[in-house]
């Protein structure tokens, strides 16, 4: 297992830590992910809140762009000036059921975008409902320069010995603590060895290489570079490049950008031939917020943010424009995890699998399932893609005459191209995947027997058609149930043809099958709308035979919950919102809250995650997810623990309160069967039927029962939320999705379930560091208004 500072830099996928307690062969994928904290940064959900800014609702026919745009105004009036604006993002849309309209606005200083200066505004009728902000509100700085920051100013040697001394308290207090796995550290301390790792593993590094003086930003290639030696797991590459930095720089090609500046935008630059990245590096050059040495101000550092795709990886990284190149923020887009019809739409496929609903082999048998697609979903089924928009015939003529669609007989549509890759390689077009002919009855057998270790992966590959029909048919599924509940076009779901309903296209799944890049895992990675989102599923060695991740809906609908929730938190256009610590936890947590929701039943039930294919009861969590304190005893203040400084282990709590929330509503409004709505009528309006509420003019559709129910709130908060939200602000926007879908009648209801798990109206973090950490307290009151008999406020005992 690797030590503290000397280890390279990993991070368990999907199995987050309880897999990692016993040594394994398996190779992890190297992954990096800090970046600074905005203590200013807020999220205000509610109306007393807004109004103190001086903003007045404005009618209800008015623009909500319009409205965004004047409250922005008002918010930054003081600080708005020629050198100092915003602009409203184009990925800013209107809820069709909630009538709410998302606007996410990016901050413009000197001209530049500041990257981690968000905001999300939600209009409705006129109003501001609620709004996020982590808008720099400090000293302007003059045109290609930084501001002090005590950070990046030092000398590096200085800059590295802050690094090392944080690891060292933190190292002291993790040995005090109860559980010690060095391999498994996340969270704080992971930003910490990531941070001091790829700043500080060659501290000399801009001296020896004679990078340009600080003065220069003009060229980004060696800022470039020096992230590539961070970025890349593969030390040959970071000899290539220490020794012939010059010649790597010479031969990066940048392209012609004319084609690349969006009007009125930030100039964004193409180049090729990056060591180690698999497509062409996007970059341009912005300002990002970094925290003064006391951390209680920010200042405005230049940076080059860089887009950088890797076999492995997709990173959006910041950094310092001027040398040494520090690397101040970076997220990787990839997470592990553990109504137009047309009347040429096909015959149903059908496919043996275990249907949906069944979590695993050991729960049931496979059986003959239709391609059950939903209408609006998926108005011309999962096999029929536009002869325009199918990357397997780019740069072929077709014929007109053979119409607008074409109908496949493979595991390859609109919304899911489903493959093998056994090679992990990064190309998926051409790799194989069944072809079930004309009928399309995609019927495979699936009877792997039990063989030798040395066999057991050509075991399990003999049956890549039962399993690619099997990732196909649940990720459709998974496709159409969350586009039912709001993730659709325009808030930026993952479809190559958008049948005109807005949103960016051409970002079909990518979902490999058995992929060979690794073992007892699973990952998913998110890049903006308009990029093919990828998921990667892999085979465990955990048993013989092998079990194959891609039987196991629970993980598919995890993996398929981070592009879902990456999507929705700040906008479609940014994939930066959910990267480390609280928000990052929450990635993890919305995924195994969804697939427990999506696999439970109407006679309650606990559940684990990941037991099937771990081969262990407990599955690959602390705990399993239960109503029982004794079973599991996740709350707020659980994430102080040393253990639990990692995504997943902050995800598990994160989708434990969520558990017991759900409970609560459930006991209220009952249950239903099928989380599926009904299908649309002829005239296109979708019936209420047993499932929502009955229609009320033109009120939101209201799901009716409560696993329903809270299903839609969990969606709708995350359009709500902040970018970068902590627990508090993901709390709060369920509990204003609820006041937005019913007039908050669930209002105390929530309440309850988030108090039960200590995070109730007086929960507190303290001491926040930026490096993520602090204290937590738990909060278990109610507010007033939902105490029997009103007590005075307690104020929590230190
Ligand atoms: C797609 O399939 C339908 C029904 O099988 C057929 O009518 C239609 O012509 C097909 N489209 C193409 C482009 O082959
Ligand atoms: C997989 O399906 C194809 C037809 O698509 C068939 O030719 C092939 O034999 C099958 N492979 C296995 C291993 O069953
Ligand atoms: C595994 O089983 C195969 C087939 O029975 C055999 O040929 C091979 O030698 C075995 N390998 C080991 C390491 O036991």
Sequence with gaps: MRCLLTASLVVAGLAGNALGHSPSPVKRRKTLGFGPDHPHAVFHASPYQIKTNGFTPMGADVDPIKVAEVFVTDV????????????????????????????????????????????????????????????????????????????????????????ETELAVLDNSLLRGEQIVLGDRGGKGEHLVHMHQSNCQFPDLANELAIPSSDDVADFR???????????????????????????????????????????????????????????????????????????????????????????????????ATAPHRIISVVD???????????????????????????????????????????????????????????????????????????TTTTWGNNVFAQENWEGQNSFIDNYRPDAGKSRVFDYKYNP???????????????????????FYTSNMVHDLYYRYGFDEVSGNFQQYNFGRGGAENDAVIANAQDGSGYNNANFMTPPDGQNGRMRMYLWNTAL????????????????????????????MNSGCLGWGESG???????????????STKEYSDYAMGSWAANRVQGIRNYIYSLDEAINPSTYKTLDKPGYWGVHAVGEVWAEILWVV??????????????????PLEDGTVPAGNFYRPAQGNKP??????????????????????????????????????????????????????????????????????????????????????????????????
């Design 76 to 163: 930054l009036g003081h600080q708005l000036s020629e050198s100092s604006s915003f602009r409203i993002r184009k990925d800013s849309y209107t809820d069709v059921n909630t009538g709410v309209t998302h606007v996410y606005v990016r901050q413009i200083v000197n001209g530049l975008e500041v990257a981690d200066g968000d905001m999300n505004i939600n209009v409705k009728d006129g109003m501001v409902i609620s709004y996020g902000s982590s808008f720099y509100n400090g000293a302007i700085p003059t045109p290609f320069t930084n501001l002090d920051s005590h950070l990046l100013r030092h000398p590096h040697g200085e800059y590295c010995d802050i690094l």
């Design 222 to 320: 060696p800022a470039l570079l020096q992230f590539m030696v961070a970025a890349t797991p593969n030390d040959e590459v970071v000899n290539s490049i220490l020794g012939n930095f010059d010649a790597h720089v010479d031969k990066m090609v940048i392209q012609d950008h004319s084609d690349f500046a969006p009007s009125g935008e930030t100039i964004e630059f193409l180049v090729d031939r990056v060591p180690d990245a698999v497509n062409p590096v996007k970059a341009r050059m912005a300002y990002i917020q970094v925290p003064n040495k006391k951390g209680d101000s920010m200042h405005l550092n230049l940076v080059w943010k860089f887009e950088v795709e890797m076999q492995d990886n997709w990173y959006e990284a910041a950094v310092s």
């Design 333 to 407: 887009w990839a997470s592990d995890a553990p109504i137009p019809t047309d009347p040429s739409t096909p015959e149903p496929a059908s496919y043996n699998v275990f249907k949906w609903g069944i979590n695993d082999p050991a729960e049931g048998d496979r059986s003959m399932e239709k391609e059950n697609y939903d209408v609006l979903a998926s108005p011309v089924g999962w096999h029929s893609i536009p002869y325009a928009h199918d990357p397997s015939l780019k740069g072929q003529r077709w014929s007109k005459s053979k119409g607008f669609y074409r109908n």
């Design 449 to 471: 027997k039990t063989t030798n270790k040395t066999d057991a992966q050509e075991e399990a590959q003999k049956y890549i058609n039962t399993t690619i029909a099997q990732l």
């Design 545 to 572: 035979p092998y079990r194959d991740g891609d039987l196991e809906a629970g993980i598919v609908i995890h993996e398929l919950s981070h592009g879902l929730s990456t999507r929705l938190t700040g906008g479609p």
């Design 585 to 599: 936890g929450m990635g993890e947590g919305w995924g195994d809250f969804l697939a427990t929701t999506i696999r």
């Design 662 to 679: 759900s409970q609560g509503v459930i006991k209220k409004h009952g249950y239903s069967d099928s989380l599926f709505p009904p299908q």
């Design 701 to 798: 559709l209201v799901p009716k029962h409560g696993n329903t129910l809270m299903f839609q709130l969990v969606l709708n908060g995350m359009k709500l939320q902040t970018c970068r939200p902590s627990f508090f602000d993901a709390r709060d926007a369920i509990i204003q999705a609820d006041q937005v879908l019913t007039g908050g009648e669930n209002f105390c209801t929530l309440w309850e379930g988030f108090a039960k798990r200590g995070l109730g109206p007086d929960a507190k973090v303290e001491g926040r560091t930026p490096w993520g950490g602090g204290i937590r307290t738990n909060g278990y009151e109610l507010p007033l208004v939902c105490q029997e008999e009103p007590k005075k406020p307690k104020y929590p005992k230190d």
